[in-house]
């Protein structure tokens, strides 16, 4: 099992001055590199930072962690621009870049920005099939594609990977069978449980590969499990309640909330009153401003303590150690580790190798 690291603006947000919030980050990149670590994956929504500009300075800082956005969307970024990002960020880090690419939310390019969304997961697929074009000689792509009619638009260079991974976020029946079909790995969100991993998106995911000649095991799944490592794990728990009632309430972020013991419909439905999402998606509303409407003191008393904590991977090292054994005998092959309070190469490599199934 390989470790990751997740990293988002919100730190930038919360320090007393511009230079200690870039300074950590580029930090703590390096340092997990130094470490070993597989992948940094920055998050790109927006609201926030452009997280190539912050991988391009983090590539000239690091030697071997691979690099690229957790994720980004053709909403945001047109597929050329994502196909010269993605070039430019494998030359500045000598053949690291990956692409994490999802569809993002619809209402707020929509509603929020004025952009039309139309047919997300038929934008995926024309993403990536221009991308591949753009990446191999002669760089030259054609689409046609309704959200993307490009015509034989060519570039003046390509990456030096021979093939650049996509890694395409995937929860639902169909953005799973195009994982499958056209990317390199998958990319599953935040508070999925093990029990949908294990029934549905597993199962649904192999035979989609094998359909289309492919071998499972040869197919990366990153799932992203914020690991923290705490003998109190109550306070970390109540921050992820707050995550939680931000992330499982949009629409279709629930499907993985499979839980025995718990309505989670109805526990939703209670949380989308107490946060306005109706009313945070009728804006258009990104997160800050959905953080502004939302009552975080009610919905953290609404999720149950345990529920929280079977979507977490939040305890002690031999507690998470057992449950990452788990995973890996689903076929879980990626899993992500929150940043550490120090940027200390040493406690990341010494975290990872404790951790190891």
């Known amino acids: 099992m390989e470790f990751c690291l997740d990293l988002s603006y919100r730190r930038w947000v919360s320090a007393p001055d511009a230079e200690t919030g870039v300074a950590f980050t580029l930090q703590t990149i390096a340092a997990a590199d130094r470490a070993g670590l597989h992948s940094v994956w920055l998050s790109e929504d927006p609201d926030g930072w452009d997280a190539f500009a912050v991988l391009?300075?983090?590539?000239?800082?690091?030697?071997r962690i691979r690099l690229g956005p957790g994720v980004t969307s053709p909403s945001l970024r047109h597929p050329v621009l994502m196909a010269m990002s993605v070039t430019t960020l494998d030359w500045l880090s000598g053949g690291r870049a990956f692409l994490?690419?999802?569809?993002?939310q619809p209402e707020w390019y929509d509603r929020g920005l004025g952009m039309p969304v139309n047919r997300p997961l038929?934008?995926?697929?024309?993403?990536?099939?221009?991308?591949?074009?753009?990446?191999?000689?002669?760089?030259?792509?054609?689409g046609t594609g309704e959200r993307f009619p490009v015509q034989s638009w060519a570039l003046g260079f390509g990456p030096l990977q021979p093939t650049v991974p996509i890694y395409l976020a995937a929860i639902?029946?169909?953005?799973?069978?195009?994982?499958a079909r056209l990317a390199d790995g998958l990319l599953t969100p935040d508070f999925i449980s093990e029990t949908y991993l294990e029934q549905t998106l597993l199962p649904a995911l192999h035979a989609e590969l094998c359909?289309?000649?492919?071998?499972?095991?040869?197919?990366?799944?990153?799932?992203?499990?914020?690991?923290?490592?705490?003998?109190d794990p109550e306070p970390v728990l109540a921050q992820r309640k707050r995550m939680f009632a931000l992330l499982a309430t949009l629409p279709g972020m629930d499907r993985g909330l499979v839980v025995p013991?718990?309505?989670?419909?109805?526990?939703i439905a209670q949380l989308r009153r107490v946060m306005r999402t109706e009313e945070a998606l009728a804006r258009g509303s990104g997160f800050v401003t959905y953080r502004k409407l939302a009552d975080f003191a009610a919905a953290e008393r609404l999720i149950p303590t345990d529920f929280i904590a079977q979507?977490?991977?939040?305890?002690?090292?031999?507690?998470?150690?057992?449950?990452?054994?788990?995973?890996?005998?689903?076929?879980?092959?990626?899993?992500?580790?929150?940043?550490?309070?120090?940027?200390?190469?040493?406690?990341?490599?010494e975290l990872t190798a404790a951790l190891q199934p």
């Open 122 to 142: 038929a934008a995926l697929e024309e993403t990536i099939q221009l991308l591949r074009q753009w990446w191999q000689p002669p760089h030259v792509a054609h």
């Open 261 to 267: 013991g718990y309505d989670v419909p109805a526990l």
């Open 56 to 63: 391009g300075a983090a590539a000239r800082q690091t030697e």
């Open 172 to 179: 639902g029946p169909k953005a799973v069978a195009l994982a």
């Open 311 to 349: 979507l977490s991977y939040v305890g002690t090292v031999s507690e998470i150690r057992s449950r990452l054994a788990r995973l890996a005998a689903l076929g879980v092959t990626h899993v992500f580790l929150s940043a550490l309070a120090e940027p200390d190469p040493a406690a990341y490599a």
């Open 211 to 231: 359909a289309h000649g492919r071998d499972p095991a040869q197919f990366p799944v990153f799932l992203r499990t914020a690991i923290t490592i705490t003998n």
């Open 100 to 104: 994490g690419l999802g569809r993002g």
